[in-house]
C-alpha cells in the first residue's frame, strides 16, 4: 500500500509540473516579499541586515524569512541551512544534524537565538536537529567576514535565529502535520501587543517513530527492514517573551526558550563489531535558555544594547551491548551524564552622531562549566573556561556609492579548572577586518573584504581522555585564518537579482588529532585552505512564479603536515540548489525544490579514508489556502526515493509522504 501510494503521489506531481497552463502573472510575490519583514523581534539582531548597517554588505549574508521556511518545510535549523549555498549538513554516528559552511564545521560557526550563543559547552557542537523554526521569524547566515560585534570564535561565520514580535492586540497560528512513518508534529503561537508592551509564547511537539528506507536499499548486516531501525526521535519545545516599550528608543525583553528531547541512534548498518557498532540511545537532550536584552538611547544618536544570559544544557547517553537495547553488562556499555551551563552577557554601545558613520563597540564574556559523570557510580569531573571578546566596528559612508567598514577585536579565552588538573595560562588573539561596498548604479553593487579570526579550543580538545584512547592536551592553542571575499550583486529589470562570492580562507595551526605511542592527543599541527565560488539567483520573471537557482564550487584541501590525503570532511566539491513556486489560481500554489550534492569523502576509525556517492533529491508539495484562515499542504520528500549517506553506513529516507494545516489569526 505504500509503494503504491507512493507512486500515485510521484505521478501527481509529475503531472502538475509539466503542466502548460501555470503561468499567468502572480501579484502575490511582491506582497509576500514586503511582508517578509513583519513580526521580526528587532531586539533579536546583533547587526541588522541591509542599508542600516553596511557591514552586512561587506560579506555574504543570507537571510531566510519565515515564508522561507514554511516552503521548504524545514521542521528544524538542519533543514533550513541544507537549502543554502555553500552548506553541506551531515547526519551521522550520533543521530546529530550537524553542517560545514564553506568548508568549516560548526565548531567555527557558533549559533544565536535571539544574539544569545547557544552551545554546548564541552564540544561545541548543538544538535541543529532540535532546534525547531515553530517561532521564528527569520535565520540570518553570515560568511566569511562577520561582524567583529558577533564575538569571539565566529572564523566560519555566524547564525542568528531570531524569534517573533507580535504586531497585533491579539494573533496567533495552530498547526498540525502528519508523516510517514508515525511522525507527528503539532506547535502553536500566540502574540498580544499594547501601547507599551507585548507578550509572545510559543508551544510545539514533534515525534517520531521511524522513517522509510529507500526501495533501493540493500538488506545489510545491522539493517533488514523497510524501515530503520532505532531511529526514533521526540522533541518538546517552549518559549516565552515579554517585552516592555516605556518610551521612544527603548525597550527591553525577558526571555525563556527551551528544548527537551530524546533520541535513538540507528546502528552503522554493516560494522560487524568494534568502535563502529553502537547500540546508543539519548534519552534526554535538554534546553533552557533564559535572557534579557535591552535597547536605550542614551543621547540623540547614541544607544546602548545589553544582553544577559544563562544557557542550561543536560543529555544522558545510553550505551548498551546488543540490538535489544535492555543490557549494559559489556565493559563498552555505560550511561554518561553531562550537566552543563553558560552564562555570561554583552554589551554594544552604538553612535551616530559623527557625521556618516556609525561607530559601534561590543564587550562579550561567556563562561562555559562542563559537568560530566562517565557511568553511574562515577565520580563526577568539572571543567570551566572564560572568553572575552572586545570589538570595535566603524561603519564610514565616503561618499553616496562608497562604504567603507573598519572592524577590530581583541579576543581572550581563560581556562579556570581542568577537574584538578593543570590548566594553562590566558590565550589570546587580535583579529582586524577591512571591507569595501560600491554601489557602481542602481542595478550592480561590489563589495570585497578580508579580515583575521580566530577560534579557541574547545573544553574537549583540551581535556578529554575519551574513555582513555586520548590524551589530554593542556597546551592547546587557538587556531587562526584569514578569509578574503570578492562579491557582485547585479539587479535585471527589477525582476531578477544574481549575486557571486568569491572566496578563500587559508588556516593555520589547525587542531587535528595525532596519533602518538601512548594514545591520540589534540595538536595544533594542521594547515587547510577553503576556495571556491558561490552563484545566486531568484527571480519572478516568469509569469506566475518565483525561481531560486543557487550553485557552489568548494576546494577544500588539508594542508597538514604528514596528512594520509588532501582530503576534508563533510564537504562535496558541487552543489546546485533550485526551487520554484508556481501559483495555479488566487487559493493554490506549487513548490517543488531540487538539490544535488557531489560526492564527499569520510576517514573511518582506522584512518582509511572511503567515498561516499552524490545523490540527487527532489521534493513536492501543493498549497491550498482554505476560507477561515486555513492553509492545507500535502506533499512529498525525496520524490524519487534515493537511497543515499551523508555518512558511511547511515542511510537517509526514501520517499516520505506528508501533509499539514495550519490556522492563523
Not at 29 to 49: H, M, N, P, R
Not at 298 to 320: H, I, M, Q, S, V
Request: with cysteine; hydrophobic share 35%; aromatic share 12%.
Amino acid at each position: 500500500m505504500k509503494k503504491k501510494l507512493g507512486k500515485i503521489l510521484t505521478l501527481t506531481f509529475l503531472a502538475l509540473s509539466l503542466s502548460g497552463g501555470l503561468n499567468p502573472s502572480f501579484a502575490e510575490i511582491g506582497k509576500q516579499s514586503a511582508s517578509a519583514d513583519q513580526g521580526v523581534f528587532t531586539l533579536g539582531e546583533i547587526v541588522v541586515t541591509g542599508e542600516e548597517e553596511r557591514v552586512t554588505e561587506i560579506t555574504t549574508n543570507e537571510t531566510i524569512s519565515m515564508e522561507d521556511i514554511r516552503l521548504s518545510d524545514s521542521r528544524n535549523l538542519g533543514d533550513v541551512l541544507s537549502n543554502l549555498p555553500g552548506v553541506f549538513p551531515t547526519i551521522g554516528t550520533k543521530n546529530e544534524y550537524y553542517f560545514t559552511v564553506r568548508g568549516f564545521n560548526q565548531r567555527y560557526v557558533p549559533i544565536f537565538y535571539d544574539g544569545i550563543p547557544i552551545s554546548v559547552p564541552y564540544d561545541g557542537f548543538v544538535d541543529a536537529g532540535v532546534l525547531t523554526t515553530d517561532n521564528l521569524s527569520r535565520i540570518t547566515l553570515s560568511k566569511g567576514v562577520s561582524s567583529v560585534l558577533y564575538g569571539c570564535n565566529t572564523m566560519g561565520g555566524v547564525i542568528n535565529m531570531v524569534s517573533r514580535k507580535p504586531e497585533k492586540a491579539f494573533e496567533g497560528d495552530l498547526t498540525l502535520g502528519a508523516w510517514e512513518v508515525d511522525g507527528y508534529r503539532a506547535a502553536a503561537n500566540f502574540g498580544a501587543r499594547r501601547e507599551k508592551w507585548y507578550l509572545a509564547i510559543g508551544a510545539g511537539y514533534l515525534e517520531q517513530r521511524t522513517f522509510n528506507l529507500s526501495n533501493d536499499f540493500d538488506n545489510a548486516r545491522n539493517e533488514r527492514k523497510d524501515t530503520r531501525s532505532n531511529a526514533s526521535r521526540e522533541t518538546t519545545n517552549a518559549s516565552l517573551k515579554v517585552g516592555w516599550t516605556p518610551a521612544p528608543g527603548h525597550e527591553y525583553a525577558l526571555g525563556v526558550n527551551v528544548v527537551e528531547a530524546e533520541r535513538d541512534v540507528p546502528p552503522h548498518t554493516f560494522a560487524a563489531s568494534g568502535r563502529e557498532l553502537k547500540f546508543w540511545r539519548f534519552t534526554n537532550w535538554d534546553k533552557l535558555t533564559t535572557y534579557f536584552i535591552g535597547d536605550s538611547q542614551l543621547l540623540d544618536g547614541l544607544e546602548l544594547k545589553t544582553r544577559l544570559f544563562r544557557d542550561d544544557y543536560e543529555n544522558t547517553l545510553k550505551a548498551y551491548d546488543n540490538a535489544s537495547y535492555n543490557s549494559q553488562k559489556a565493559k563498552f556499555a555505560f550511561t554518561s551524564t553531562y550537566d552543563d551551563y553558560s552564562w555570561g552577557g554583552s554589551f554594544t554601545l552604538r553612535s551616530r552622531q559623527l557625521k556618516n558613520q556609525n561607530l559601534s563597540l561590543a564587550f562579550h564574556f561567556k563562561e562555559d562549566i562542563h559537568r560530566e559523570q562517565g557511568d553511574r557510580g562515577d565520580p563526577w569531573e568539572r571543567y570551566e573556561a572564560r572568553t572575552f571578546s572586545l570589538g570595535l566596528e566603524n561603519d564610514l559612508r565616503l561618499t553616496d556609492y562608497l562604504s567603507l567598514v573598519l572592524g577590530c577585536s581583541y579576543d581572550l579565552q581563560d581556562p579556570r579548572y581542568a577537574n584538578g588538573s593543570r590548566v594553562r595560562d590566558d590565550d589570546d588573539s587580535f583579529n582586524p577586518q577591512i571591507g569595501l561596498r560600491w554601489v557602481l548604479n542602481d542595478n550592480t553593487v561590489l563589495h570585497a573584504s578580508v579580515g583575521a579570526k580566530t577560534r579557541f579550543p574547545t573544553l574537549k580538545e583540551l581535556y578529554s581522555s575519551y574513555l582513555g584512547s586520548t590524551l589530554p592536551n593542556p597546551d592547546l592553542g587557538k587556531e587562526t585564518a584569514v578569509n578574503y571575499e570578492l562579491g557582485i550583486e547585479q539587479n535585471f529589470g527589477g525582476h531578477t537579482k544574481v549575486s557571486l562570492a568569491l572566496f578563500y580562507s587559508d588556516v593555520e595551526d589547525l587542531i587535528t588529532r595525532r596519533v602518538l605511542p601512548a594514545g591520540d592527543m589534540y595538536d595544533n599541527v594542521g594547515k587547510s585552505r577553503f576556495q571556491g565560488i558561490e552563484v545566486a539567483l531568484r527571480s519572478t520573471l516568469l509569469p506566475r512564479q518565483e525561481i531560486n537557482l543557487s550553485y557552489t564550487y568548494l576546494d577544500a584541501e588539508d594542508r597538514s603536515a604528514g596528512r594520509s590525503s588532501d582530503h576534508l570532511e563533510e564537504v562535496a566539491e558541487n552543489k546546485v540548489y533550485l526551487s520554484d513556486v508556481i501559483t495555479i489560481t488566487d487559493r493554490v500554489r506549487f513548490f517543488t525544490e531540487l538539490q544535488w550534492n557531489d560526492e564527499r569523502w569520510e576517514q573511518d576509525i582506522n584512518g582509511n579514508w572511503e567515498n561516499i556517492d552524490g545523490f540527487f533529491l527532489a521534493d513536492a508539495k501543493v498549497m491550498v489556502r482554505l476560507p477561515g484562515n486555513l492553509e492545507l499542504e500535502a506533499g512529498i520528500h525525496n520524490l524519487f526515493d534515493k537511497d543515499y549517506e551523508l555518512s558511511v553506513g547511515f542511510p537517509q529516507a526514501g520517499r516520505t509522504a506528508f501533509a499539514e494545516i495550519k490556522y492563523s489569526f
